[in-house]
C-alpha cells in the first residue's frame, strides 16, 4: 500500500472498518456478475480493456497510448475513457475545440498524440459504446480505458496493470489501502502486466513475483518498466536533454511522482518541486507559484519540468506560459525480459481471432 507518511498510515488504518464493509460489498456485486444475476452486455466488436484493481497511478495511459500505436494502422480504433474529473457530463466525441476541461487530461493526451482516431468520453461506458459506433460507424475496435472493475460490459481481452512497488496482491481494500477490487478478480483477466519495474530487474526477482502472483495456466505475467524520453517545450516542441548542469522545477499532478522524481534527481545538478494532486485542474494561480518558485532557484540554468497529462491542463494558459521555459518529459514503456514480441502477437491476434469467429453475415451488421 502506498503511505505518503506514517500520519497518513494511521489513518487510513483506522478506516479498516469501512474497508471490510467496502470489500464485502464488491464481494457480492462479483458474485451476482459471476451467476450470471447481473449480467454483462457483449457487444459485437473487439474490446480491449486496460485497468487495474487498484486506485492511483498504475501506468494505464502509456499503455493505452503503446495500444493505439500498434493497432490503429491495422484496425479504424477507439479510445472510450470516464474523462475523470472534466467538467462535463455524459458523452462526448473529441475534436479539436475540445479541452482537457472537458474532456479530462487522459482522453485529451490520446487525443493530441492520436487526432487520427476516436476518442470519447462517457462516465456510462454501456451507454457511450452504441453512440460511439453510431457517429464512428467505421470502427472496428474499442479499448477501454480504466474500466475493468466496471462489469456491465464484457471485454475480450482484459490487460489488467499492477504495480512493482504495490503489487495487488499486498494491498487491501480502500480506504484503508488501495484496493477497489477483490484480488479474486485478477482471474478474469487474459494479461497482467507488472509495471514499473526496475530496469535491472533479474530472473530470480521476476520468479519470485510471479510465485506470488500465482497466474493460472490461460494467464500471460509480462514486465514493463519506464523509458523517459527527451523534454520537448511545451509550445514550440523543441528538445531539451536534461544535463547535470541544470536546476530543474519539477511541477507535477500524478498519483505517484516517485519514479519521475528519482529520474530527475540523476540526471541533474539539483531540483525543486511543486506536488499537485493527481488530475489536479491548473488555476492562474497556481501558476504564479510555479513562477514564483522558478525565481527563487539560483542557478543561471534552470527549467520546469513537467509530465505529459499536466501539459494538457497547462495549455490551458497558452497565452501566458508562451515563453515561460516549460518542457514537457514523454514516457513510455520497455517490456523486459525480451517479452515485447510476445506481447505484440498477443495483442494483434485477438481482434483477428475475434472477426474470425464470427459468421459472415454478422460481420456486415
Known amino acids: 500500500m502506498h503511505f505518503k507518511n506514517i500520519y497518513l498510515r494511521s489513518f487510513r488504518l483506522f478506516l479498516f472498518p469501512i474497508s471490510i464493509l467496502y470489500g464485502i460489498v464488491i464481494a457480492i456485486r462479483n458474485l451476482l456478475y459471476d451467476k450470471k444475476i447481473i449480467k454483462s452486455i457483449e457487444f459485437n466488436i473487439p474490446i480491449i480493456c486496460v485497468g487495474n484493481i487498484s486506485v492511483g497511478g498504475t501506468g494505464k495511459s502509456p499503455m493505452v497510448m503503446y495500444l493505439v500505436e500498434l493497432l490503429k494502422k491495422i484496425y ?19 475534436d479539436e475545440y475540445f479541452t482537457a476541461n472537458e474532456l479530462g487530461d487522459e482522453p485529451m493526451q490520446f487525443y493530441i498524440h492520436h487526432p487520427d ?16 459506433l453510431y457517429d464512428r460507424p467505421d470502427t472496428k475496435l474499442i479499448i477501454l480505458d480504466d474500466a475493468f472493475q466496471h462489469r456491465e460490459i464484457h471485454s475480450g481481452l482484459n490487460i489488467i496493470l499492477t504495480e512493482y512497488s504495490n503489487l495487488y496482491t499486498r494491498d487491501f481494500f480502500l480506504p484503508t489501502g488501495d484496493l477497489r477490487d477483490q484480488r479474486a478478480s485478477m482471474s478474469r483477466a487474459e494479461v497482467i502486466i507488472v509495471t ?32 523517459y524520453g527527451v523534454p520537448y517545450h511545451i509550445i514550440t516542441q523543441e528538445k531539451f536533454p536534461l544535463t547535470r548542469e ?5 511541477v507535477c499532478g500524478i498519483a505517484n511522482p516517485e519514479p519521475l522524481t528519482n529520474y530527475i534527481h540523476e540526471k541533474t545538478k539539483t531540483y525543486d518541486a511543486l506536488f499537485f494532486k493527481d488530475h489536479h485542474i ?33 495549455m490551458m494558459f497558452k497565452g501566458l ?12 514503456i520497455d517490456f523486459l525480459f525480451d517479452q515485447e514480441k510476445e506481447f505484440v502477437q498477443l495483442v494483434k491476434q485477438y481482434p483477428y481471432d475475434f472477426y474470425n469467429s464470427l459468421k459472415p453475415s454478422s460481420i456486415n451488421e
Not at 479504424?76 to 473529441?94: D, F, M, N, Q, V
Not at 541544470?246 to 519539477?250: F, K, M, T
Not at 497556481?286 to 534552470?302: C, P
Not at 506560459?321 to 513510455?332: D, Q, R, T
Open 117 to 132: 482516431i476516436a476518442v470519447a468520453v462517457g462516465e456510462k461506458r454501456i451507454e457511450a459504446i452504441p453512440q460511439l
Open 321 to 332: 506560459i508562451i515563453n515561460m521555459p516549460i518542457y514537457v518529459i514523454p514516457i513510455s
Open 76 to 94: 479504424p480504433l477507439a479510445t472510450l475513457s470516464r474523462g475523470y474529473k472534466r467538467r462535463t457530463s455524459g458523452y462526448i466525441l473529441a
Open 246 to 250: 541544470l536546476e530543474i522545477l519539477l
Open 282 to 314: 491548473y488555476s492562474i494561480e497556481d501558476l504564479n507559484d510555479i513562477k514564483k518558485r522558478l525565481d527563487f532557484l539560483s542557478e543561471t540554468q534552470k527549467i520546469i519540468v513537467t509530465t505529459e497529462k499536466d501539459a494538457v491542463r497547462l
Open 196 to 227: 514499473k519495474c526496475p530496469i535491472e530487474l533479474t530472473e530470480h526477482e521476476k520468479f519470485l513475483i510471479l510465485k506470488e502472483l500465482n497466474p493460472s495456466d490461460n494467464q500471460k505475467v509480462f514486465f514493463t518498466g519506464i523509458r
